[in-house]
């Protein structure tokens, strides 16, 4: 490998959105440098699961468990 060529790799805190701090490598920043996150694992619905839930009215989801109701699944 080329010398010089990686970006250097070292220690930051992470804010997340409940405030709690996270230490984690990274190549952003400098050593001990603080990222604040606006979204996180702990927020985001595509990491929790989300309290919505999914709504089809005859739609693609509907017609696909009909299709396939009588297999037991």
Known sequence: MKKDT?????MIN???TDGSIVQM????GSEGDQLALDIDPSAHPAW??????????GGRVSKFKNKYAGLGF
């Open 6 to 10: 990686h970006p250097e790799y070292h």
């Open 14 to 16: 992470v804010k997340m």
């Open 25 to 28: 490598k990274s190549t952003w």
């Open 48 to 57: 929790n699961g989300g309290s919505s839930r999914l709504l089809d009215q």
